[in-house]
């Protein structure tokens, strides 16, 4: 199989290698369970050293892109089965790659997530929460704005849920929620929806909390429909995001 390796190379050469050998891997060029070409054949096509390509090559398979094998063909792993949490800074990168369902899957898990975390979290330390809160007021219309306030708010529930594992899981999604949150609050209807739910959440902590866990749960479903509502309307794919 030979690789479109057309356009300039503005990267490092490990990074170009890397960016090239992924996107033949996300296109499907190098469906799951496919053989690489050997390091001389691949070397050539990337225009890369060969040294280079064991580095890049070593690096995803690490991220189970792909797995080496000794004395035979490299495989391109199903990174859907196999895959870890490592891989979603990666994919945060190739978004016009990736199936329409990843995001609408995304926002699913956080909506199982978030809630329970943002309760625990509330509990634990209310007056940061209630420190962060009193600033939504300054938010604007600002798209940029809203998605940095929202975020941080999402990492206030995760670190202080007593699960050290969360906010790991939560930085993996740091990249592709930026460019998602630039997106989503250019639209008028969900800067409204957070901003009505930054009042009711600071106004629930104020009372004791007693509704938080419910309070982020709405949110996030309401914002997930808003979400489907978006793409709907505008016929826009994920690669947009």
């Known amino acids: 199989m030979k690789m479109d390796l057309n356009g300039e190379q503005p990267m490092k050469p490990q990074q170009f290698a890397e960016h090239k050998l992924l996107i033949t891997i996300l296109n499907n060029t190098f469906p799951p369970g496919t053989a690489l070409p050997n390091e001389r054949d691949l070397s050539e096509q990337l225009g890369v050293t060969r040294p280079t390509l064991r580095e890049t090559l070593q690096r995803l398979a690490r991220e189970k892109w792909i797995t080496i094998q000794q004395g035979k063909s490299t495989i391109v792993n199903d990174y859907w089965e196999e895959g870890g949490l490592g891989m979603l800074g990666t994919m945060a990168k190739y978004a016009e790659f990736l199936p329409e369902e990843f995001v609408p899957n995304l926002l699913d898990f956080r909506i199982h997530l978030l809630p329970p975390c943002a309760k625990i979290a509330v509990e634990n330390v209310p007056e940061k929460f209630l420190e962060h809160l009193r600033h939504a007021k300054e938010l604007g219309d600002d798209p940029e704005a809203f998605t940095k306030f929202d975020w941080t708010l999402q990492l206030l529930m995760l670190r202080n849920s007593n ?79």
């Open 163 to 241: 699960n050290m594992i969360y906010p790991l899981i939560q930085n993996d999604f740091s990249e592709i929620y930026q460019r998602l949150g630039n997106v989503y609050f250019r639209i008028d209807k969900a800067r409204k929806s957070s901003g009505k739910y930054f009042r009711k959440f600071e106004k629930d902590i104020q009372k004791g909390g007693k509704q938080v866990e419910t309070i982020v749960r709405d949110v996030m479903q309401e914002s997930r429909a808003i979400w489907m509502e978006l793409k709907a309307g505008m016929n826009m794919p994920d690669k947009d995001a």
